[in-house]
């Protein structure tokens, strides 16, 4: 399984990378760069011989812009891209030890469930083909069990004939008792403060301990397969090797996107409320990021050579307020572009999962085809670039809003309202409909 994993990393080039994320994400072409490299770095690591390995530190990055350009998108499909443990989270979630709230470490133990959950669907593939037989063979006895007074012969003769039918699926809508372990427990437990943070999962630990019990549900055949499918590929997932693994490849290839890293910048307030405890967050994430020893359930986590990528607007703040030791451990800065209007156009069309394409889709789930114009485009991008440049710049999240408000009306009648099988929205339309609103300061402000 490992070694899967490592030729999916081996495949991912900088230049395949910027590639895929060109699918999804247009501009942005120096950050694209930056984390292609990045991400390439972590498989250069890994072919280093020791000690020299463990000297090399991943180069982590702040992605600075304006909301909606791509700072989490491109983090995003990263993520999908390097199949390694990601975990996004926003940094105004924390909150200074000694405060009420999230410590810092917890997105390492999250970074870590993430891992288990990866690597254990990776093992129960490995073993469903295994697991699909001895479901079969449990549901084989239910139907036809062994009887000691037959020849063996006979039985296995018919046994076979009847595990032919079972496949065929000639048995599906039969019912059958199955019994299967339960799934959680009725009693919770609670345990001191500070359990957690020390990596002890005392629910997991009291339930350990206890005999596991047994339900028996009457079910279909068809139903009763993946219930037995999924329980006896548990039996054969060995749990201390999928720890293991997910543990090495959080240490070794896990990625943390720090989002709205600019929300704990600036100076220690004076005083009390939200802004108390920034910079004391800052000093509590600084030894995570430079590298130390997270206690979790599954065991001890490294975080040396853990990839962090932090992103922020930094329209109240900027990168220079925060501490100077955490801006060191920050060594690429990027800037990303705010959108023109030729980039909403591009937005509205090109990527795999443009808007236009979404809602067309939508629309055909109805029955009802939908094209628009290259007019058509233009105007709404038109109208984004406007309503932004006069309101507030949320990026290319205004195309949404604004696609909503053109197609209420249709996508509010199109169950019973609409005759036609097919409807094109033209710059005339789009201009009638949303000319006046983008116009009106106040009432774009609401609307769009």
Known sequence: MEDSF???????????????????IIGQNNAKRSV?????????????????????????IILIGPTGVGKTEIARRLSRLAGAPFLKIEASKFTEVGYVGRDVESMVRDLVEIAINQVREEKAAEVRERAAQLAEDRIMEIIFPRSPGQEEDMQTETRERLRGQLRAGKFDEREIEVEITATGSSMQVFGPMGLEDM???????????????????????????PLLEQEEAQKLIDNDAVSKIALQRVQNAGIIFLDEIDKIAGPKSSGSGPDVSREGVQRDLL??????AVNTKYGVVRTDHILFIASGAFHVSKPSDLIPELQGRFPIRVELDSLTEEDFVLILTRPRNALLKQYT??????????????????????????????????????????LTTLLEGILFDVPEGMTEPHLTVDGAMVHEKLSGIATDRDLSQFIL
């Open 199 to 225: 990596g002890v999962d005392l629910q997991n630990l009291v339930n350990s301990m206890m005999p596991k019990r047994k339900k028996t549900r009457k079910v279909k055949i068809a139903e009763a397969r």
């Open 361 to 402: 889709a939508l629309l055909e789930t109805e029955g009802l085809g939908m094209d628009f114009t290259d007019d058509a485009i233009r105007e709404i991008a038109r109208i984004a670039a406007e309503v932004n440049r006069n309101v507030e710049n949320i990026g290319a999240r205004r195309l949404h809003t604004i």
């Open 6 to 24: 490592l030729s999916l990393q081996d495949s991912l080039t900088p230049r395949r990378i910027v590639e895929e994320l060109d699918k999804y």
């Open 36 to 60: 292609a490299i990045a991400l390439r770095n972590r498989w250069r690591r890994q072919q280093v011989q020791p000690p020299l390995r463990d000297e090399i530190m991943p180069n982590n």
């Open 287 to 292: 030894p995570i990021v430079e590298g130390s």
